[in-house]
């Protein structure tokens, strides 16, 4: 049962470019949204999250856009590096269990 | 601080043989987590603890998979026997859900490095 879909499933970028992550979501009970990075050989690692009483989370680089009505957020990763080359999970839980659900991924790779 | 730790790292066995994961949480974590992620899939819950309750295994193959986590800390996922499609990697995550009786704000979900297993 998927929770969460993600597309797209790979994504490649130029060095300084933009990359655009989406995801949506069926349960209107989840409440937090969390994006994790994940490097070759190692565990997921949170990156940002954001919960659904606001659109919009800046963190540096990173920005989550959230569509409450259309049930979808986005990852935007501006002046994309090279470093950003890993694999990007959106996730969705609600908070009253901490039942997170966890999208495909998609793979980023950042060309120099 | 110490993150989530996990051993082994890596394990080859046999279809049919038995294998177990062990994982350390973060010191003071109440709940634990076992994922399982297949090459190119995100992680899917295979059980969760809420200090020794195992509050979600719901996904858990439970004829071949068992998870115990004794006085609420540490925790071993087993596997017995395994087949060819149990290859791949066992994450272990941890979070702050309750301190003492308070419930803490955040999902926010530790996770350790994997036991990456293949099976043959």
């Known amino acids: 049962q998927q929770q969460v879909k993600q597309s797209p499933q790979s994504l490649i970028v130029q060095k300084g470019g933009i990359s655009i992550i989406n995801c949506a979501y069926e349960n209107t009970a989840f409440d937090y949204f969390p994006w994790y990075q994940q490097f070759p050989g190692k565990g997921p690692a949170l990156l940002i999250a954001i919960r659904p009483d606001v659109s919009e989370k800046k963190e540096g680089r990173f920005t989550i856009s959230f569509n409450k009505s259309a049930k979808q957020f986005s990852l935007h990763i501006m002046d994309s590096q090279p470093g950003d080359s890993a694999t990007y999970f959106c996730a969705a839980s609600r908070e009253d269990n901490n039942d997170m659900r966890f999208g495909a991924g998609t793979r980023l790779t950042v060309k120099p | 601080e110490a993150g989530v730790v996990q051993s082994p790292r890596y394990k080859i066995i046999e279809k049919k043989q038995p294998v177990a994961f062990w994982c350390n949480p973060i010191?003071?974590?109440?709940?634990l987590y076992w994922y399982r992620q297949n090459l190119g899939q995100g992680p899917e819950l295979l059980i969760r603890?809420?200090?020794?309750?195992?509050?979600?295994d719901s996904q858990l193959p439970k004829d071949r998979f068992s998870a115990e986590r004794l006085k609420g800390v540490d925790s071993t996922l087993k596997i017995q026997p395994a087949e060819l499609g149990d290859s791949a990697v066992y994450l272990c995550?941890?979070?702050?859900?309750?301190?003492?009786?308070?419930?803490?704000?955040?999902?926010?979900?530790?996770f350790g490095e994997g036991s990456w297993l293949t099976v043959v």
């Open positions: 995550a941890s979070s702050l859900r309750y301190r003492g009786n308070i419930k803490s704000s955040g999902n926010t979900i530790y």
């Open positions: 010191s003071g974590h109440n709940t």
């Open positions: 603890y809420e200090n020794e309750e195992a509050v979600d």
